[in-house]
T-cell receptor, first 114, second 114 residues
């Protein structure tokens, strides 16, 4: 079946450092997936961070970016300079084309130190 | 103002106990979902609904019932709670299919079954 693997946390970085959270996706059959990153801040529910639903599109929001790499089936989340307020749990959630469901990764706990 | 509200936020019960988790959304969304999240796993879909009176089975439905009484309200019922149901539960809503639309989540209910 379809599966998603993302960077295992916890991940700790210092403020202003760069960040990459890896996400790879394997599916039994896809043309091009819809791809989402969700984020959960402390004490809150998950919220959409960014999405890509068009082939080759780059998703971006709040300084974060992600682009789907068809060759490696990866959708890594990147930020050039993190802030303490980025401390949260990040979830990769692809959906194979033709499927209505999202497949959530296990989440990556990020702590940004001041 | 939170558009998806879950209650209670925390619940402790004993094995064999009866638990109801509540979810209300004010987004006027058709779809509502119940997920559980356990350490090392992504969110897993328990039940979902696409309208009042409708109920669909998700990926991990065993031991759970659900009922959608109105457009706004979706309940998750554990009639004979077991320790394996100790988890963090999320409710979500969306205007259409999850793979095509943004999910809006509640803040979660942490359930402990002793």
């Amino acid at each position: 079946g379809d599966s998603v693997t993302q960077t295992e946390g916890p991940v700790t970085v210092s403020e202003s450092e760069s960040l990459i959270i890896n996400c790879t996706y394997s599916a039994t059959s896809i043309a091009y997936p819809n791809l989402f990153w969700y984020v959960r801040y402390p004490g809150e529910g998950l919220q959409l961070l960014l999405k890509v639903i068009t082939a080759g599109q780059k998703g971006s929001s709040r300084g974060f970016e992600a682009t789907y790499n068809k060759e490696t089936t990866s959708f890594h989340l990147q930020k050039a300079s993190v802030q303490e307020s980025d401390s949260a749990v990040y979830y990769c959630a692809p959906a194979s084309s033709g499927s209505w469901q999202l497949i959530f990764g296990s989440g990556t706990q990020l702590t940004v130190m001041p | 103002e939170a558009a998806v509200t879950q209650s209670p936020r925390n619940k402790v019960t004993v094995t064999g106990g009866n638990v109801t988790l509540s979810c209300r959304q004010t987004n006027s969304h058709n779809y509502m979902y119940w997920y559980r999240q356990d350490t090392g796993h992504g969110l897993r879909l328990i039940h979902y609904s696409y309208g009042a009176g409708n109920l669909q089975i998700g990926d991990v439905p065993d031991g759970y019932k659900a009922t959608r009484t109105t457009q706004e309200d979706f309940f998750l019922l554990l009639e004979l709670a077991s320790p394996s149901q100790t988890s963090l539960y999320f409710c979500a809503s969306s205007p259409g299919l999850a793979s095509q639309n943004t999910l809006y989540f509640g803040a979660g209910t942490r359930l402990s079954v002793l």
